[in-house]
């Protein structure tokens, strides 16, 4: 009996989708399946690699020799080669070895659709078989309404490795995981978990955006399954799950997709466009079919196998325009002359179509800094399709804001309000993201002026002003209770830093923004509309004090937001205010029980008075570097 058995799981029509581009479940032909064939157990192999002369499976079953069990090629011009091996089953090692046609060169290569690999350093791709049982039909069931654009979206973003840490400084698994950080994050009161990237990664420096496993979650944690009883157990808490997604870059790895056959495969053949110079790394051929077939499959394949609930997809600005990071003569325009890259746009748009017509409720979410229009607009309106876009200008413009001792902000108010002039041309995230408190950057309290007490009134202020904004909201971990020191990726969260009360105390407030933007409808039912915002006043800037309202469906859940920020007290503060009615304050960052000097609002009377516009006003007081939220 042959050692590799002609065997193939491809129709004629898989191949026809595979070559046009439109094969969105490859994952369920390409790479190892254990497989029942002919009476024996084995495992069927198939992998893309046109270019090449001959392809072996290696690995420990074989004593990693490459003339043992050949790949057969299949005669449809498709590239794919393919074959099943007996005997050979879960849990065992392999690469693929491949002699190129171009000067009979040999790569070995891990699989580009392994479900497992080892762990890092080592770099062979694992047989893997699923067998887990889902226990989240619940939240399958009503996803499409915990996660539509009109509901709350307070986003956890985690990097699964530094998060917590075991005394030894060790990794926590994702069984571990399951346990500690969804119950932190269902108490703390976020919708929303988001993941940097969680695919199989060679460097831990890269925090995990050097992707050479994309269908594989990272073995530093534990196995798929495990990874999956995690996504469960967040389902089970009514937490949704989002995972980073790279499809802008790979490295060049030698076990990796780059160069893969010998030929520029995966990668654009062109350096203009196929090598990202700030990365030091490779870029994807969007105009070949196979490869965007490759990462559509890729997306789905989350989404899918691992019910994840969206995508936020890494560095989108990179793949959209031809001069990202390059000087003039190092890149070639487009067939209209300008810089956009045409073919990165299509695959965006097929892209985001495919995942939104496959599966109900979920969102992509772009990360994307520049001024490109239409990111978060509907393909059929000429849009790029996202669900959301994150707002990096905001980012930028309230940290440049805040960070400006309290006597100059009054000439920096446009800082502030600038954003609301744009703030509903995309659906916006306001993100705080890892990228800010790293390289020298500062943790975001120490990022703030003055003493203790003021840095931490600013950081309550900071993160109120954040929530009753229009947008869904992303916080990086540690920011939530303080962190002082910048993120290190290869140590825990600074934890014992909430035996102080500045710390515990932002940390409750945190928790309690949580539990008001997901307990009033003002701050998300509209979140996305200009009928959800009205200013009452922006142009205090002597006293630096913004006024504003937040509206819903229902004006009976209107909230009057008041924002000082200033270390001086706004005693007897008029607002103008709608209606008459009973004032109540809902929330107030000058609480003592979250650090504050405990200035709040405890009675407060509408006046007939007319101001800013309005028939009616009341008085209250802005604490300092506070803000009152009030129905």
């Known amino acids: 009996m042959p050692k590799v058995i002609s065997h193939s799981l491809f129709t004629e029509f898989d191949i026809n989708l595979f070559k046009g581009g439109k094969h969105y479940r490859l994952y369920d032909k390409l790479g190892s399946h254990p497989i029942e064939f002919d009476g024996q157990k084995g495992t069927y192999f198939a992998v893309w690699a046109p270019s090449a002369k001959a392809v072996s499976v290696i690995g420990d079953f074989n004593h990693w020799n490459e003339n043992e069990h050949n790949l057969n090629v299949r005669w449809d011009s498709s590239g794919i080669w393919e074959g099943f091996i007996p005997n050979v089953g879960v849990g065992e090692k392999y690469k693929y070895k491949i002699q190129s046609h171009n000067n009979d060169l040999w790569t070995e290569k891990a699989d580009p659709f392994g479900r497992l690999c080892e762990h890092p350093p080592r770099t062979a791709s694992v047989i893997w078989e699923a067998d887990y049982q889902w226990n989240d039909e619940d939240w399958m069931g009503y996803r499409k309404e915990k996660n539509g654009l009109d509901r709350p979206y307070s986003v956890y973003e985690v990097h699964l490795g530094s998060w917590k840490r075991d005394k030894e400084n060790n990794f926590l698994s994702y069984k571990e995981l399951a346990i500690d950080l969804v119950s932190y994050v269902k108490e703390m009161g976020y919708t929303h978990v988001e993941f940097m990237p969680i695919m199989e990664y060679p460097y831990d420096p890269s925090w995990g955006y050097q992707l050479t496993g994309y269908f594989a979650p990272t073995s530093r944690f534990g196995t798929p399954d495990e990874f999956k009883l995690l996504v469960d157990a967040f389902h089970q808490n009514d937490i949704g799950v989002i995972l980073d997604w790279v499809p802008s870059h790979f490295p060049e790895d030698a076990h990796g997709l780059g160069f893969f056959d010998g030929s520029h495969l995966y990668e654009h053949p062109d350096r203009r466009k196929g090598y990202h110079p700030d990365w030091k790394s490779l870029i994807f051929n969007y105009g070949r079919n196979e490869v965007r077939a490759f990462l559509i499959s890729n997306a789905l394949f989350w989404l899918e196998q691992f019910h994840v609930d969206g995508l936020r997809v890494d560095a989108v600005a990179s793949m959209l325009y031809l001069d990202y990071s390059r000087e003039d003569g190092e890149?070639?325009?487009?067939?209209?002359?300008?810089?956009?890259?045409?073919?990165?746009?299509?695959?965006?748009?097929?892209?985001?179509?495919?995942?939104?017509?496959?599966?109900?409720?979920?969102?992509?979410?772009?990360?994307?800094?520049?001024?490109?229009?239409?990111?978060?607009?509907?393909?059929?309106?000429?849009?790029?399709?996202?669900?959301?876009?994150?707002?990096m200008g905001w980012m930028h413009d309230t940290l440049e804001y805040f960070k400006k001792e309290p006597i100059y902000r009054r000439h920096h108010q446009n800082d502030l309000t600038f954003s609301m002039t744009y703030a509903f041309t995309e659906n916006f995230m306001l993100p705080f993201s890892h990228d800010e408190v790293v390289y020298g950057k500062q943790s975001l309290v120490y990022r703030m002026p003055g003493d203790e007490w003021q840095q931490f009134a600013n950081l309550r202020l900071l993160f109120g002003y954040m929530f009753t904004h229009p947008g869904t909201k992303l916080m990086f971990m540690g920011g939530e209770f303080g962190q002082t020191s910048e993120w290190n990726f290869q140590q825990g969260l600074d934890w014992r830093l909430l035996q102080y009360k500045v710390h515990s105390g932002i940390q409750q407030f945190v928790k309690d923004l949580n539990h008001l933007y997901k307990g009033s409808p003002a701050l998300y039912e509209k979140q996305f509309s200009p009928e959800g915002f009205q200013w009452i006043d922006y142009g205090d800037h002597e006293n630096s004090v913004l006024t504003y309202i937040r509206k819903g469906h229902d004006e009976k859940n209107d909230l009057i937001i008041a924002c000082n920020f200033t270390p001086v007290v706004r005693e007897n503060y008029r607002v103008g205010i709608p209606k008459k009615g009973r004032i109540k304050e809902l929330l107030n960052s000058d609480d003592v029980k979250y650090g504050g000097s405990g200035l709040l609002n405890t009675t407060i009377k509408s006046s007939t008075k007319p101001w800013h516009g309005h028939k009616k006003s009341v008085e209250i007081t802005i604490p300092p570097l506070g803000i009152v939220i009030l129905k």
Not at 348 to 354: A, G, T
Not at 363 to 389: C, D, H, R, W, Y
Request: cysteine-free; overall charge negative.
């Open 331 to 391: 890149w070639e325009p487009n067939m209209y002359g300008n810089n956009e890259n045409l073919e990165a746009m299509s695959f965006i748009r097929e892209l985001n179509q495919e995942v939104y017509a496959s599966f109900d409720g979920v969102q992509t979410i772009a990360e994307e800094s520049t001024a490109f229009t239409g990111v978060s607009k509907p393909v059929n309106f000429g849009g790029l399709g996202f669900g959301m876009k994150w707002m």
